[in-house]
Structure formats: structure tokens, C-alpha cells
């Protein structure tokens, strides 16, 4: 018997708040090799491709399920003039991306591109507004573009460029990072231009926009008290429209400060405990940012949206510092583990959620590989994959009678052991995560008020933490099926390697 056991109580017959699919969103910011390279490799590629879409990412990201793609940043969004990517690709005008290496951006992925990336994806769009250098009537200009239908000066410059049919865009984020890249506003700045921005949006015809405000920096919660109150002084809650229907804050894991986050593939268990510690925290900010919305809004009719989440580690050697490029591993793929648990416990509040970013970015599903043009499965993506059945299924409350097993790791306590549950069409799945390096756990689930028929187990670890997918070596962290899972008299035992992610689904009987 391995050091660590832990009973865990899961009521099959109790089904808690839904856990929204959007907490398993996605991030495309033209950034290095995300959308150029990444997303899109142009239509004279011998990639295959359509309208320069890869194709090969677009089936990577469907097997996820992936519900929603946020874009065109991050920082970028804020000096993005979306009439610069319209009509015929040679004659866009070239801007610098200031923000992300000051290379040169052609235009050439722009809104009728992403929204057949969208299309193709079988993914919603949010789409970042541009509040830190734009104007109210460019984004309101951008709405009605994408959205209206009938006769109007944006309407008719869509059918010009060959679109005759609106599209259906729901999210839509006031800016981005107001306090830092987005402007440098107070929160109080911030709030009034939101208001602003957030009433020249409008719904056209039957579409309804859901207005995300750009929030807090981590633990700012003055700024997201600032942006209720704005909310609460309005009336918005007794209004069928407001300004905004949500607010975002972002919060990235790092193993180290801004100026040595480390390495993503040569650091030791001391790093690795400390990055599973900050990626832990992310449990701490949600329930801060819920309980100041909980005072304007008890009634929880505005949604928390964390729409920038993911390690954040020094770039690989070699590649531009300002491309974000690093590789992921066993590592990632459990800071992966631990946050969607902690959205499934706060998924009353918390109804969308945007990994950064998707492809070649930061902690990336997908890397490809610019010379051999190979593509890379992440540990990170299949933490997504194996996890998507938890979309749109109802939470199941864990109890655990006697706690969950800790250790030190530094100054700090990490919880070694970290599981949620999810019901949907009679199916339900279990997810469990083993941080510890070394020592094995066992999860004892008592499962009431229903039997689990048909279980199925699949596990996703390797022999080190720094273990990672390569062009040479794409399945050295791969999941397979996991024969660690025992019928008990009470429900089930669930073995749990030594820095493991596991899987367990069963038919409610
Ligand atoms: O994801 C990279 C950057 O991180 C985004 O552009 C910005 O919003 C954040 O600071």
C-alpha cells in the first residue's frame, strides 16, 4: 500500500452547477508562430490547407472539442485596426507588431480568415475589441460588419469583400490588460471607457453580443470591485442590456520571477513543486474575484471569465524573446490538470476559460516545427482531450472526509492529490492528478447513489516530469489505458503513479 490514501465521498445523484464547455476555450494572438505558421500557413503552402488554414491543426484542436477561440490578442488586440485586414491580401497595409518581437504583420490572417478558422473549428469566436488605441466607432463599426444583416455601410463592404451573410459572434472583450499594455488605466479610467465602448456594441437582428470587460491583473480585486460597482450603479442588473455581461482577469504560472522564470524542460523537482504551487493559486484568485462579484451581484448574472491562463517560462534557446516560444511537459500537462479542477469546483461563476496560447505559444497544445513543417501534440493537449468529456456536464461535489495529502515544497504547502467530477447523459468521469515526484497515492471513492457499469480508465504520465513530445519522439507522453482501478464495496480504488494525470469513466447504472 503506497503512503498516500485519500477517501473521497462523490454523490452520483447530486448534480451541482454545469461546468460551461467555454471553460475549456483557446487563445490566438498574432504573436511569433501562432497564427503565421501556426494557425495559418497562406494558400500557396504545400501544407494542406484551405483558404491557408493548416488543416492538420484544424483536426488536432476538433478532437478536442475546442469551444472557443479567442483572437486577435492579448496586447495585440489593443493596436489592432481590423479594417487593415479586410479586402484583397496584397493591398492590406503592413503594420508593426510592437508588442511581439517588432516584425513586420502583413494582414494577411484577418476577420473574414479567422471567422472561416472559427467555421472550420466548428469553434465560437471571441473577438478582443481594440479600446487601448482604437475608437467607440471602429469597434462598433467591426460589430455591425460581422453581425448585421440587411442594408448598411458595413453591411455592403462585407458583401464587397464576399461575404454576403452575417456571421453569429456572441463574445466580445472591451480591450485587453486595460492596466498594463491596453493603456496603463485606473481602474476607474478603465471602467468609463468600457461603459463607453460596451454601449456602442450593439446586438444586430437576433445576434446577442456577451460584453467581456478587460479585468484584473491576478489578485487586483479593487479592479473588479470597480468595474461591480460601475455595474450596480448603472441599474445594469435590472436592464435586459449592459455594458457588459462578464469580467475577465488573468493569471499565468511561473516557477520563478519575471526576469528568470526558468526553463520549460531543464529544471529540477524543486522547481517543479514550486511552479505546481503557483499554479495552485489559481483557487485562491478565482474565489477572491467571486466574492466581490458575490456583493453586487449575488444573484451571479455576471460571468467571471479567465481569459488568459498557462505556464509562462523562459523562451527555448535560440528563439526570439519576443515569439514566447517553450516546450511543455508531463509538468504543463499537470498545472493543466490542477486548473480545470478548480474550474469544475467554481463552475457557478467562472463560465469561460482561455488557455494561453494554442499553438507555438507559451503553454501550447500544438508546437510545430518550422523546418520539417511537423506537428506536435502537447502533454497539455491531452489533458484537454482526455478531459472534454467534463464539457457542458454537470459538477459533482468531492467530499473528502479526511482531507488530501500534503507536502512542503519550499516555504510553501502543496496538495498533492487534486480530482473533480462531472455527470452528462448518464456518463460520468473522474479526473485525478498525483503531483507528488515520487511517492504513488490511492483515491478510495465511495460512490452513493449509483453504481458505475463499463469503467474506464487512461492515464497520462511518464518515467521523468521534464519529459516532452518532440517531431522524433511525438507520444513520449501519450495516454494509455490505466489497469490501476479496482471495484471496492463502496464504489472504486484509483491508483495514482508518482506525477500522474488520470482518467476514470463509468456508465451510471
Ligand atoms: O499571452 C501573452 C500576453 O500575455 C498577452 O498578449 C497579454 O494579454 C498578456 O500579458
Known amino acids: 500500500m503506497s503512503e498516500n490514501v ?8 447530486v448534480p451541482g452547477p454545469v461546468i460551461n464547455r467555454h471553460l475549456y476555450g483557446h487563445f490566438a494572438e498574432h504573436l511569433g508562430r501562432c497564427v ?25 484542436l476538433r478532437a478536442l472539442d475546442i469551444p472557443n477561440l479567442r483572437w486577435p490578442g492579448g496586447c495585440f ?28 504583420e502583413n494582414n494577411h490572417f484577418g476577420t473574414h480568415e479567422f471567422m472561416l478558422l472559427c467555421e472550420l473549428l466548428g469553434a465560437e469566436p471571441y473577438i478582443s475589441g481594440n479600446v487601448g488605441s482604437g475608437t467607440v466607432k471602429e469597434m462598433s463599426d467591426w460589430v455591425e460588419y460581422l453581425t448585421r444583416d440587411g442594408d448598411s455601410p458595413m453591411v455592403r463592404l462585407r458583401k464587397a469583400n464576399g461575404r454576403d451573410e452575417p456571421w453569429r459572434v456572441r463574445f466580445w472583450g472591451l480591450g485587453n490588460e486595460a492596466w498594463g499594455c491596453g493603456g496603463n488605466m485606473s481602474a476607474q479610467q478603465y471602467a468609463a471607457e468600457a461603459r463607453r465602448f460596451g454601449t456602442y456594441c450593439r446586438d444586430h437582428g437576433d445576434n446577442k453580443l456577451y ?6 491583473n491576478g489578485a487586483d480585486y479593487a479592479w473588479t470591485e470597480t468595474l461591480m460597482r460601475q455595474y450596480g450603479e448603472l441599474g445594469c442588473a435590472y436592464r435586459p442590456s449592459s455594458f457588459m455581461q462578464a469580467l475577465s482577469f488573468h493569471f499565468y504560472t511561473l516557477s520563478g ?21 503557483q499554479a495552485a493559486r489559481v483557487d485562491e484568485l478565482i474565489t477572491g474575484h467571486s466574492n466581490v462579484m458575490d456583493c453586487y451581484d449575488p444573484g451571479k448574472s455576471v460571468g467571471l471569465v479567465l ?76 489533458v484537454f482531450e482526455m478531459n472534454k468529456g467534463h464539457q457542458d456536464a454537470a459538477s459533482l461535489r468531492v467530499d473528502l472526509p479526511a482531507g488530501l495529502p500534503e507536502r512542503a515544497a519550499g516555504d510553501a504547502t502543496l496538495t498533492t492529490v487534486s480530482l473533480s467530477a462531472s455527470r452528462k447523459d448518464g456518463q460520468v468521469l473522474v479526473s485525478l492528478s498525483n503531483l507528488d515526484a515520487e511517492q504513488p497515492a490511492d483515491v478510495e471513492l465511495d460512490l452513493r447513489g449509483g453504481t458505475l457499469t463499463g469503467v474506464q480508465a487512461r492515464i497520462l504520465t511518464a518515467g521523468a516530469l521534464q519529459t516532452h513530445n518532440t517531431p522524433d519522439t511525438p507520444g513520449a507522453v501519450a495516454p494509455r489505458a490505466h489497469d490501476g482501478v479496482t471495484a471496492t464495496a463502496k464504489g472504486l480504488r484509483v491508483r495514482l503513479p508518482a506525477h500522474s494525470f488520470v482518467t476514470v469513466a463509468g456508465r451510471l447504472a
Open 6 to 13: 485519500v477517501p473521497a465521498v462523490i454523490n452520483l445523484d
Open 36 to 60: 503565421y505558421g501556426g494557425f495559418y500557413v497562406g494558400e500557396d503552402s504545400e501544407i494542406p490547407n484551405e483558404g491557408g488554414i493548416r488543416l492538420d491543426v484544424v483536426a488536432a
Open 77 to 104: 488586440a489593443d493596436e489592432y485596426h481590423w479594417t487593415d485586414g479586410i479586402g484583397p491580401r496584397q493591398g492590406r497595409p503592413v503594420m508593426v507588431n510592437t508588442h511581439w518581437g517588432n516584425v513586420e
Open 211 to 216: 460584453r467581456i470587460a478587460a479585468g484584473a
Open 257 to 277: 520571477p519575471w526576469r528568470a522564470k526558468g526553463s520549460a524542460t531543464a529544471f529540477d523537482t524543486d522547481d517543479y513543486y514550486r511552479t505546481l504551487v
Open 307 to 382: 481569459d488568459e491562463w498557462g505556464t509562462w517560462y523562459d523562451v527555448e534557446p535560440g528563439t526570439n524573446p519576443g515569439f514566447l516560444y517553450q516546450q511543455n511537459t508531463l509538468r504543463d500537462a499537470l498545472v493543466a490538470g490542477v486548473h480545470f479542477d478548480v474550474f469544475h469546483r467554481h463552475a457557478d461563476r467562472l463560465i469561460m476559460a482561455n488557455i494561453a496560447q494554442t499553438v507555438n505559444v507559451l503553454q501550447a497544445m500544438i508546437l510545430t516545427d518550422p523546418e520539417s513543417k511537423a506537428l506536435v501534440l502537447t502533454p497539455t493537449y491531452h
